[in-house]
């Protein structure tokens, strides 16, 4: 197997997997048990809230609660924002959002909230234009996420918190930064300094599935999201995931020194490579978003003429595992969304396909996935 599709998920670092083996053979205590804390389970805990607070460079005061991934990080924050809205407010957000974003908005609806959108230019990023026409002091809640699943743009986040913060100061800022953290420096108190709320999941960053979290500036107070146990100061309860959590820890702390070193350009270099590999192949081919600031792993072209659908299926029937946009609407016979409000009409649309590489990939990789594409379409 090529993989070639890390938007979707990540291999866990081997550090990951024997990291979280003995809290399930030999360690397999609940955290809240006088034996668990006597054997330092908290410390673990604790370990793994510092490394994520080091990979998005906040402050020890902010809270980290562990969730089950940026998809419930994503409603707690929605619910949240909700509450503050009801009766007396609006919630903003963009028309790229993840499904875990969108869906439960316009949900949000039901309950005779408004909910606004801000759509994106042809570059791919937020249209900070409208935004200021959007955005006044009744708005309560907002949602803009901080880099694309599909095109890799990385948005404008920081003008468009401000810009917010400055027209409706009490306003509750959240970022679902889930395809960002771990790929790019991330500072929650330069950049971000004015978003409240921030979702992510560990598996977008080479640790297990089914853990994630929600960091919580301090001084933010937001209701809790599941009630019962009184772990995680009240706000999150539920017998706490200690594998996963001590995967969680290696894996922010590996990540911050990929982040450090050289892997970053090293990736960019490869998909650079690809991207002007494929341009030369095919002339006509498209790179969506690669005028704008992107995450360096990510890829979203198309050669037109081609159908995604079919060579997606022909790519991972040699073993090429690589995708046609976000994996949440892989089945989905319709062309990407953000793709058509970026005003590619459907022939282009239809043909986009999304490379997503990471550490691990090879310049030997990616010329096998040109060869295969030269055979399929040529």
Known sequence: MIYLDNNATTKPFPEVVEAMMPFMTT????????????????????????AIRS????????????????TESNVWAIAEGERRAMGRGWVLSSQIEHPSIGEPLEALKEQ???????????????????????????LRFASLMLAHNETGVIQPIREAAKLIRERSPHCLIHSDATQAIGKVPISFTDELNQIDLISFSAHKFHGPKGIGGL????????????????????????????PAIAGVNVAARKSLEHIKGDQIPSIQR???????????IFPDSIFVGSQSQRLANTSFFGIPGADADDVVYALAAVGIALSKGSSCSAQSIMPPLTALLMELNHEEANSLLRVSLAYENSFIEVDQLIQKLVELLH
């Open 27 to 50: 360690r397999y205590w609940n955290a809240s048990s006088a034996y668990g804390q006597l054997d330092g389970l908290e410390e673990i805990v604790e370990s793994a809230k510092s």
């Open 55 to 70: 990979l998005i460079a906040s402050e020890s005061e902010d809270e980290v609660v562990f969730t089950s991934g940026a």
């Open 112 to 138: 005779s909230i408004s909910v606004r959108y801000v759509p994106v230019t042809r570059s791919g990023t937020f249209d900070l234009d409208i935004l200021a026409e959007l955005v006044d002091s009744d």
């Open 215 to 242: 960091v919580i500036r301090n001084g933010t107070n937001i209701v809790p999201f599941i009630r019962g146990g009184g772990q995680q100061s009240n706000l999150r309860s539920g017998t706490l995931n200690i």
């Open 270 to 280: 490869l998909r650079d490579y690809f991207e002007s590999r494929i341009a030369e």
